[in-house]
């Protein structure tokens, strides 16, 4: 029995420790994947595939190769480039470079690469030189220098991303150093019927690589060529001094001219506002005279009215005059002709009376009467009265009678 059970507890212990030893085996074998990073695993029996997410794998004792999932590639060695012209210079920069997704493509990739130093060294740089150096075919130092860098950039780039561009020889006009113009053929990017430029194949495409960023950090041109171009410079700005110059001294005399314009036509507005207010004024006048005139005529015309109405007037006065007239008269006449004026003759009698009376009252009187006669004074006198009312009773037609 006691065999039994050590031959039992044998076994136990032995695959114990063999899981033990399995265990060790595993995880001494086992991978971590990074983030930003991908692994290429290449198992024992040949089989390989790629860890893209981050985490735990086992490569079960075969190999890994490590890639970062985009690559940055620095160009500081200054590569050398040459221009249309025969200039030269150097150019520096980076260049970040996406790997593909696609297991299929990675490791296709890897096969050809085999490491991340291999990826730069045989596919990265060599393309990266070859497209700066197309690039700088495709145009002058002067050109490169002044205004084609932003132009530069983009077709490096272009040409990287998408494969070298397929170009065509063009005729070109050129200056020489000794200032003489000559024709010369050059590249020209070529263009499909739609206008786009085409590309040869790329390794790039055929990887399923994708440039992400691509800049130039460093540009340099050779003596002679900074020296051709500041020599050209200075001259284009002579001429550009003299023609700005030349066009200053027109610009000059156009501004005089038009100054001269200018005060010609301030001149003649300020005759024009002469005339036109004395025109206004003027106006003004004769609006006032006739203004005038008419008001004249209206007080004319309303004078001769009211002569006419006080003519009528006078007229009608002068009738209703006349008529009142002749009515007293008519009035009086009948008066008379009915009392045969008796009222006029007792007022004129009375009148007369009175002034008898009056005189015969303030009469101067002797006190002593000389005379042989036997008459009275005073008889007389009512005798001269008495002939006196006769005489006035006869002119005035009375009869002072009492009548019964």
Avoid: C
């Amino acid at each position: 029995m006691s065999d039994i059970m050590s031959k039992v507890g044998g076994k136990v212990v032995g695959g114990v420790a063999i899981g033990i030893a399995v265990v060790v085996l595993l995880f001494s074998t086992m991978g971590i994947n990074d983030n930003g990073y991908r692994t290429v695993v290449q198992l024992p029996t040949g089989t390989t595939f790629v860890k893209f997410t981050p985490g735990i794998y086992f490569p079960l004792m075969g190999t890994t190769t490590v890639y970062p999932d985009v690559v940055t590639t620095g160009v500081n060695e200054g590569i050398t480039i040459r221009y249309q012209d025969g200039g030269t210079g150097s150019v520096d920069g980076t260049v970040r470079v996406s790997l593909p997704t696609a297991e299929d493509s990675m490791l296709t990739l890897h096969r050809a690469v085999r490491s991340e130093a291999g990826l730069r060294e045989k596919l990265l740089l060599p393309e990266i030189k070859q497209a700066l150096n197309l690039t700088s075919g495709l145009m002058t130092s002067e050109e490169a220098y002044a205004v084609k860098r932003n132009d530069y950039a983009f077709y490096a780039e272009d040409q990287l991303a998408n494969g070298k561009y397929i170009t065509e020889l063009v005729d070109k006009t050129v200056t020489t150093s000794e200032g003489k113009s000559q024709t010369v053929q050059v590249p020209q990017i070529a263009l499909d019927k739609e206008g786009t430029k085409l590309h040869h194949g790329s390794p790039f495409a055929e990887y399923s690589l994708k440039v992400v960023g691509f800049q130039i950090t460093e540009w340099n041109f050779e003596n002679d060529t900074l020296t051709q171009i500041r020599e050209k410079r200075s001259a284009e700005m002579a001429i550009i001094t003299a023609k700005a110059n030349a066009n200053k001294a027109v610009w000059e005399q156009k501004q005089i001219k038009a100054d001269g314009e200018k005060e010609v036509e301030r001149v003649r507005y300020e005759e024009l506002q002469i005339a036109e207010k004395a025109t206004i004024v003027a106006q003004r006048v004769q609006d006032v005279a006739v203004i005038g005139a008419q008001k004249e005529v209206l007080v004319n015309e309303e004078a001769e009215k009211a002569a006419v109405v006080d003519v009528r007037t006078a007229i009608a006065e002068a009738k209703a005059t006349k008529t009142r007239a002749d009515a007293e008269a008519y009035a009086k006449k009948a008066v008379i002709l009915a009392d045969g004026a008796l009222t006029q003759k007792l007022a004129t009698y009375v009148k007369a009376q009175s002034v008898w009376a009056d005189a015969y009252a303030k009469r101067a009187v002797p006190q002593f009467v000389m005379g042989s006669g036997s008459g009275d004074v005073n008889n007389d006198a009512s005798m001269f009265q008495s002939m006196l009312q006769a005489m006035m009773a006869k002119d005035l037609v009375l009869d002072t009678s009492v009548t019964k």
